[in-house]
């Protein structure tokens, strides 16, 4: 298995409070990315970083921002959290384009 | 924009049945493909990955797929399938450009009947 280990697995959050999600990895791979799963709605691409410092939004990055200060850890901040940011989120880390992505074990929030 | 569409929500087949998932992309140059695989509760499993060469893939678990340009479709699929199957299949694009996002279809739910 890759080595890729998202922390905390499980959060239940009030309304309005900040919360990071950690993505942490071992394989220095280039690439990592922010998904969030719904019912319904599949994985949605959140923040996706190519590189250290170097990040970009997805389809769902509204109140949403990353950092990524070394190659190992990219993490997730929501900054006032909402119930419609409830759901299951996953990290994943991928080496180069031509190689597939490999997955967490996913955190799942409750905001409340 | 690259995106996926998998127009089947639930599929229901018999064990030992054959099984096709559908998957139809856009994409504006050679895409990148994978199917993915989720059991309840766990992450996601890597099927198989088309990048070039042959369009006939084959995976793990007794899973191919075919990589069709003209219809922009890369289904999935198995001769027989096993009460195990049951799950949650993505399709996922990606490609040289756009950032190397990976972009992921809504997921087919496939319920296998003994």
């Known amino acids: 298995d890759a080595g890729i280990t998202q922390s905390p697995r499980h959060k239940v959050t009030e309304t309005g409070t900040p919360v990071t999600l950690r993505c942490h990895q071992t394989?220095?791979?280039?690439?990592m990315y922010w998904y969030r799963q719904d019912p319904g709605h599949g994985l949605r691409l959140i923040h996706y970083s190519y590189g250290v410092k170097d990040t970009d939004k997805g389809e769902v990055s509204d109140g949403y921002s990353v950092s990524r200060s070394k190659t190992e850890d990219f993490l997730l901040t929501l900054e006032s959290a909402t119930s419609s940011q409830t759901s299951v989120y996953f990290c994943?880390?991928?080496?180069?384009?031509?190689?597939?992505?490999?997955f967490g074990q996913g955190t799942r929030l409750t905001v409340v | 924009a690259q995106s996926v569409t998998q127009p089947d929500i639930h599929i229901t087949v018999s064990e030992g049945a054959s099984l096709e998932l559908r998957c139809n992309y856009s994409y504006g140059a050679t895409p990148y493909l994978f199917w993915y695989v989720q059991s309840p509760g766990q992450g996601l499993q890597l099927l198989l990955k088309y990048f070039s060469g042959d369009t006939l893939v084959q995976g793990i678990k007794g899973f191919e797929a075919e990589f069709k340009r003209s219809q922009s479709s890369f289904n999935l699929r198995k001769p027989s399938v096993h009460w195990s199957d049951a799950a949650e299949y993505f399709c996922?694009?990606?490609?040289?450009?756009?950032?190397?996002?990976?972009?992921f279809g809504t997921g087919t739910q496939l319920k296998v009947e003994l």
């Open positions: 394989e220095n791979h280039r690439y």
């Open positions: 994943a880390i991928r080496q180069v384009m031509n190689t597939e992505a490999f």
């Open positions: 996922a694009v990606s490609g040289a450009g756009g950032g190397n996002k990976l972009t």
